[in-house]
Structure formats: structure tokens, C-alpha cells
């Protein structure tokens, strides 16, 4: 498929492991676990993003005149809009009611995974031109599809920009990420807030250590089976009360141990030699992403101390810059999580149900930049006349 410019080729695939890692990882780059060819490929071999979930994979590769690979998107035609974190039901039902069918849709994102990131991945020296590249391809691969419209969700503000720039509606949201101040230890972080905060962290803090839980910060060859077999239960419990489901296959997590053990953080807590709880996060260069949360649910701020704190403890030990504590959640703003804007980017195929979505983006566009604005107002970092 070229591009049309006779510089570069363009091919779908029904699989990442189409690809060769080391050719994706280039494009894909060091810093994002998640759109590591590895983490793709767990996703996909494990069933968790397959066909049959409703996620066919239909990822684009760039290719040089030479034959190199030099762009990349994880993309997936869809079935339903589950697992993105991105809600369109209210779009598809008023496309539906009007006549349309809004699905299949075109996803690229990374599957279940609300962490923004880079979806244009563009190898050293491919700049803008393969980025536009796999732009302007995405436009044609859903009119090849004949589906309604194509979705870039929790993209990083450049290829946010970049889709925007082509005419794609511009969407934002708000996630809550700590922001590393160059504190030497836990007690520095507490100081920078204001008391009222530091000592209701302290205190949810103690409640947890009194308890008798203990917690362990596991990575690398610390991870074992059993570790996985305890998580996954937890995580299937919690998705079946929130959301009558999980998505992730144990072999999915298994998978994940075993090709990105040095990525993987999962703080698991112990009660009496019995593993009660546990938090999954991923290591990207300079931030720590969590992810999932699972418990059998009997203790009080376990889940505060398992994925917050105990996750700032961890990047303070390593020096990263930042912890993204994933979607929604107010309540992380008195942990120090403060709020920031996220973006997604939607083409659709439909002139008349584009115009009526950007008068729509444009006043949640305005709505979300107040909620933000306000958020930001209730944060804990203490002013110079606090104590």
C-alpha cells in the first residue's frame, strides 16, 4: 500500500509479531513499556487483544525504499468500545439511532491500557515526513475498511498535535500524575505538602503498617509463579465487581513476567504467609505507570499504601520523574496526584455526524480545560505561609 508520495510502502498486519521486535522497538523506541513489541505481543498471544475479543488486530508498518522498517501504529478494527477508557457509547448510540453503524470502528491505542504515550512510532531520523506518512495511511485504511470512523486515544500531545494539524477532532481528559521535585525520601515529599495532607497520609500510612500487612516490591527474577497465579485471582475478583469482567488472561500476565520481568513492579501484600492484595506497574525510562489493583477487599487504605505510596517510594529510590496512577480518581489529588490534561483524536467518515461531534468537542473541550482549572485548585502542596 504506498503512501502516495512513492517514498514510502505501507502494510497492514494482522499480528505485531509480524513484525520483527527489534525493527518495531525501533520505531517504537525505549521509553513507553506499552507500545514495546513485547507488551503488544503478550496482549495478542495471551488472547486478551485478539479477533475474538473483538480487537482484530490491523497494525500499519512504514517501509523506507530499501526496505526498512520505519514507522509503526498499533492499530485494531473493533466491534464494541470496551477496554479503551475513551468513552464513545453515547457516540455510537446516536449514530445508531440516526441509522448508521458506528461499528466496526478503527482503535489505535494500546489495548486496556489508559496511559498516554506515542502512537506514531517513527524510527531515528524518519521525522515528520513518516509520521505524516502513517497519518494520511490511517485515513485510507479506514476508507478501504468502510468503517466509521478511526480513533487515536491517550496519544502524547505531538501526535495529538500532528492529528489535529490533519483535521482530526481534538478531544481531551483528565488523568492525575505525581510529579517528582528532586526529594531525597518519602518524608521530603511529605514536607512539601501542607499538614492537614501529610498527617492523613501518615496516619492511613501506620494504619496499614499496625495491621500486619506486609508489602513487597517484586521485579526482575523476584517474580514467580505463584506471584502471577495470586494477582491474577485478585485482578478477575476487582474486575467482576466493578466491571462484571476482566479482560487480561493469566497468560497474558504470565507472558508479562516472562519477556519484561525488569518492567514490571507489582507491590504484592502478605497477611499471615497468605497473599492478600496486590498493585501492577510498569517501568518506562523516566516514570512509573500503574496499572491494575486487585484485593479481596478486608483492609482499610491498603490500596492507598499498595498503588500510591508505595509507588512514589519506588520512584524516589530510582530517580524517575514522574507516576502516572492511570484513570480517574479525585482522590489522588490529596496524595499528591495532581491533575493534567489528557487527548484522543477521532477522524469520521460521516460529514454531517463530524460537524454535529466538533461543536459538541469543542464545549467539553472547554468544559474539561474548568474541571482541570478547578482541580488544580484543590491541590495539597503547601503554600510558603503553611506549615
Known amino acids: 500500500m504506498p503512501d502516495g508520495s512513492g517514498a514510502i510502502t505501507i502494510r497492514i498486519l494482522t499480528g505485531v509479531g509480524q513484525a520483527e521486535a527489534r525493527d518495531w522497538d525501533a520505531c517504537a523506541g525505549p521509553d513507553d513499556p506499552f507500545v514495546s513489541h513485547a507488551f503488544l505481543l503478550a496482549l495478542e498471544e495471551s488472547g486478551s487483544a485478539v479477533a475474538k475479543t473483538g480487537w482484530q488486530p490491523s497494525h500499519l508498518a512504514a517501509f523506507d525504499p530499501d526496505g526498512r522498517m520505519v514507522g509503526a501504529v498499533p492499530a485494531y478494527v473493533k466491534s464494541h468500545?470496551?477496554?479503551?477508557?475513551?468513552?464513545?457509547?453515547?457516540?455510537?448510540?446516536?449514530?445508531?439511532?440516526?441509522?448508521?453503524?458506528?461499528?466496526?470502528?478503527?482503535?489505535?491505542?494500546?489495548?486496556f491500557t489508559p496511559v498516554p504515550g506515542p502512537r506514531l512510532l517513527v524510527a531515528p531520523g524518519g521525522g515528520e515526513a513518516v509520521a505524516g506518512a502513517l497519518v494520511a495511511a490511517l485515513e485510507r485504511v479506514a476508507k478501504r475498511y468502510g468503517v466509521s470512523s478511526a480513533h487515536v486515544t491517550f496519544p502524547n500531545?505531538?501526535?495529538?498535535?500532528?492529528?489535529?494539524?490533519?483535521?482530526?477532532?481534538?478531544?481531551?481528559?483528565?488523568?492525575?500524575?505525581?510529579?517528582?521535585?528532586?526529594?531525597?525520601?518519602?518524608?521530603?515529599?511529605?514536607?512539601?505538602?501542607?499538614?492537614?495532607?501529610?498527617?492523613?497520609?501518615?496516619?492511613?500510612?501506620?494504619?496499614?503498617?499496625?495491621?500486619?500487612?506486609?508489602?513487597?516490591?517484586?521485579?526482575?527474577?523476584?517474580?514467580?509463579?505463584?506471584?502471577?497465579?495470586?494477582?491474577?485471582?485478585?485482578?478477575?475478583?476487582?474486575?467482576?465487581r466493578k466491571w462484571g469482567g476482566g479482560y487480561l488472561t493469566r497468560a497474558f500476565f504470565e507472558r508479562l513476567g516472562r519477556t519484561m520481568?525488569?518492567?514490571?513492579?507489582?507491590?504484592?501484600?502478605?497477611?499471615?504467609?497468605?497473599?492478600?492484595?496486590?498493585?501492577?506497574?510498569?517501568?518506562?525510562?523516566?516514570?512509573?505507570?500503574?496499572?491494575?489493583?486487585?484485593?479481596?477487599?478486608?483492609?482499610?487504605?491498603?490500596?492507598?499504601?499498595?498503588?500510591?505510596?508505595?509507588?512514589?517510594?519506588?520512584?524516589?529510590e530510582r530517580g524517575l520523574k514522574r507516576v502516572e496512577a492511570g484513570a480517574q480518581g479525585e482522590h489522588k489529588?490529596?496524595?499528591?496526584?495532581?491533575?493534567?490534561?489528557?487527548?484522543?483524536?477521532?477522524?469520521?467518515?460521516?460529514?454531517?455526524?463530524?460537524?454535529?461531534?466538533?461543536?459538541?468537542?469543542?464545549?467539553?473541550?472547554?468544559?474539561?480545560?474548568?474541571?482541570?482549572?478547578?482541580?488544580?485548585?484543590?491541590?495539597?502542596?503547601?503554600?510558603?505561609?503553611?506549615?
Open 81 to 111: 468500545s470496551y477496554g479503551e477508557y475513551v468513552f464513545d457509547h453515547g457516540w455510537a448510540n446516536a449514530y445508531e439511532r440516526a441509522g448508521g453503524n458506528y461499528y466496526p470502528k478503527l482503535q489505535v491505542s494500546v489495548p
Open 157 to 240: 500531545a505531538a501526535d495529538a498535535g500532528r492529528l489535529g494539524e490533519a483535521g482530526w477532532l481534538r478531544r481531551t481528559g483528565v488523568q492525575y500524575h505525581w510529579e517528582n521535585r528532586g526529594y531525597e525520601s518519602f518524608d521530603a515529599f511529605l514536607d512539601a505538602l501542607n499538614s492537614r495532607k501529610r498527617k492523613a497520609i501518615r496516619k492511613e500510612r501506620r494504619e496499614v503498617a499496625d495491621s500486619g500487612v506486609r508489602l513487597h516490591t517484586l521485579t526482575g527474577d523476584d517474580l514467580k509463579a505463584e506471584h502471577w497465579d495470586a494477582f491474577h485471582r485478585f485482578y478477575l475478583e476487582t474486575a467482576d
Open 261 to 316: 520481568a525488569d518492567r514490571v513492579v507489582l507491590v504484592m501484600c502478605e497477611d499471615g504467609g497468605e497473599w492478600v492484595a496486590g498493585a501492577l506497574n510498569l517501568l518506562g525510562s523516566d516514570a512509573l505507570y500503574g496499572r491494575n489493583w486487585g484485593s479481596d477487599g478486608r483492609y482499610r487504605f491498603l490500596h492507598f499504601e499498595a498503588c500510591y505510596y508505595r509507588a512514589l517510594d519506588f520512584a524516589i
Open 333 to 387: 489529588i490529596q496524595r499528591g496526584y495532581l491533575p493534567v490534561t489528557t487527548h484522543s483524536a477521532h477522524w469520521v467518515a460521516d460529514p454531517g455526524f463530524r460537524r454535529a461531534l466538533d461543536h459538541h468537542l469543542a464545549e467539553e473541550r472547554a468544559a474539561v480545560a474548568a474541571e482541570i482549572a478547578a482541580l488544580a485548585e484543590l491541590s495539597p502542596y503547601r503554600q510558603s505561609d503553611d506549615s
